[in-house]
């Protein structure tokens, strides 16, 4: 297949679906964007810019937005879908029938679904079923969409079990500002993306209650002894949570004032409630979502994560962030590290 002819819709018109569908514009690709509100097409079309989601920030003239999908995913080498986790089901079971058994389908989107326990990976496997998973590919890693557009030097990580499709993902990808490594460990992707927007919402806790940078580090660290723990459940290799999709972005969304998951937090921190601060945001924080779904996961399978519950509980149960620290900082004391 020749790259620089590749055919190539992008399906999700947020913040980061307009990132990544205006690097690939930006590399020469004459991308088929589609995008839900009639708004944000006209936009696009009309300003070159996407001022709902990515306002500030100019947007490639090889970008065609679309509100039809079938226009966008059909007859395409490669489909990138980047929609919020609560959507992906209802959107790629939308454009299965357009799609052919030989499309690479790359998801950016990080979440958990909350009834099934499925990362995205999952989901498509169930929704696009003409499509082996060998042609699925995840894309993650520590990358705010407005520093993309700008092209601020990003690195990334793509994984797909099939070593050709992530290869050939890359040089879709790479350009000299967005550098791409490549993996197999397709699930160790997906978990470090969804856990770290969780545990980005405690750090966001922690800078709305005025505590310490020691409070920080020591809540990034325990935040990634979670994330690997859940991996290891879920058949992950735990060398991926100290790679740049994990301990990078888990970094990045817990120190990031880009952060939506840590801005929830911050707000939270600082006396807001949940129904309060998602009433003031049009953008998603898949973290919210996604406290719900670690937290069942994690029951269901014996895992410990003292933290994501605590975030759960302070999301869903209305406990108060200073008791659900001081619960945390008061457990039975133990050894630093895991038996596994």
């Known amino acids: 297949m020749d790259i620089n002819r590749t055919k190539i819709g992008v399906v999700g018109g947020g913040s980061w679906g ?123 890693g520590p990358s705010f969409a407005r ?20 290869t050939w993902v890359q040089e879709i990808f790479a350009t000299p500002f967005f550098r791409v490594y490549t993996g197999e460990d397709v699930i160790g992707l997906e ?42 459940r879920l058949g992950a290799n735990p060398r991926t949570f100290t790679g740049s999709a994990g301990l990078g972005d888990l970094v990045l969304t817990c120190t990031g004032d880009l952060s939506r998951n840590h801005t929830v937090g911050r707000k939270i921190g600082e006396g807001m409630t949940l129904e309060q601060i998602l009433g003031e945001m049009r953008m998603v924080a898949e973290g919210v979502k996604t406290a719900k779904s670690v937290y069942n996961l994690s029951r269901k399978l014996g895992t410990e994560m003292p933290i994501s519950h605590e975030i759960y509980h302070i999301l869903y149960d209305n406990v108060s962030p200073k008791e659900a620290l001081h619960r945390l900082m008061t457990r039975d004391l133990k050894d630093e590290l895991d038996e596994e």
Not at 34 to 51: A, D, L, M, P, Y
Not at 153 to 166: E, G, L, M, Y
Request: one cysteine or more; hydrophobic letters at 45%; glycine letters at 8%.
């Open 18 to 140: 307009t990132a990544l569908a205006n690097l690939l514009a930006g590399r020469g690709f004459k991308i088929d964007f589609w995008v839900f509100e009639e708004e944000v097409k006209t936009q696009i079309e009309t300003e070159r810019e996407n001022r709902v989601f990515l306002a500030g920030c100019p947007l490639s003239e090889n970008l065609f937005p679309s509100n039809d999908l079938k226009t966008v995913v059909a007859d395409k080498e490669m489909v990138l879908v980047v929609v919020p986790s609560h959507l992906m089901r209802g959107v790629t079971a939308t454009m299965s029938p357009f799609l052919s058994a030989d499309t690479i389908v790359v998801s950016a989107s990080k979440g958990i679904e909350n009834k099934t326990h499925l990362t995205m990976s999952g989901v498509l496997a169930e929704t696009l079923p003409q499509i082996p998973e060998t042609q699925f590919a995840v894309l993650s």
């Open 147 to 166: 520093e993309v557009v700008r092209q601020v030097p990003t690195v990334v990580t793509v994984a797909s079990k099939n070593r050709a499709v992530s």
């Open 191 to 232: 978990l470090g993306g969804s856990v770290k927007n969780v545990i980005a919402i405690a750090a966001g806790i922690i800078d709305g209650l005025g505590l310490g940078l020691n409070t920080r580090a020591a809540l990034i660290t325990r935040g990634l002894v979670e994330m690997r723990r859940l991996g290891l």
